[in-house]
């Protein structure tokens, strides 16, 4: 028997949707599951080869707070896809955020964030810079109240970062990791 959505009764519609789904599940039985949509996103690592960087952000996120009072968050640079290609929205993520302009994207996957809650499904992205590709400042969207601050990081620090299980991003530890099996070269041995 194939698994089926019944019903679903959303109890908040904004920025995102929350609610709750009667699901028929694969032996048939019935139950409720919660479900968290807002579309899918991308999320990007930018890095200097020739210098061994990459230029992350620092925000706060609520419910990181909320769970252990991290007052701020080491990420990669991300946002929802809005109109566009996934490849046209991480050149404008990352340029809202830390204001650099990417040329080539080298596309890691694309995978569920927490496909036991949410339907946002990130499309991830490792981007080579230089520094004249620095455009603007960055620091986020006007009106978006995002508090960025922006961080170039030497990548041998984001590994030792990575190697203590200190990034607690899912997204930028992925990225940190393809980059590491992509170019090992840029890290030391």
Known sequence: MKAEILSIRFL???????????????????????????????????????????????????????????????????GLIDDGSPEENARR???????????????????????????????????AYTRPDRAEAGGGAEGEHENIRIVEMPLADLAALADRGEITDLKTLTLVLALRVRRPELFPA
């Open 12 to 78: 908040h519609e904004g920025w995102n949707r929350f609610g709750l789904a009667q699901v028929r599940l694969h032996d048939g039985s019935v139950a409720e599951r919660a479900l968290e949509d807002h579309g899918h996103s991308v999320g990007i690592l930018p890095y200097d080869p020739e210098r061994r960087v990459a230029t992350l952000v620092r925000e706060l996120r609520v419910p990181a707070l909320f769970a252990d009072g991290a007052q701020m968050q080491l990420e990669a640079p991300a």
């Open 93 to 127: 993520e990352v340029l809202e955020e830390v204001g650099l302009n990417l040329h080539g994207l080298d596309f890691i996957g694309a995978a569920y964030s927490c496909a036991s809650l949410s339907t946002e499904k990130i499309h991830l992205y490792l981007a």
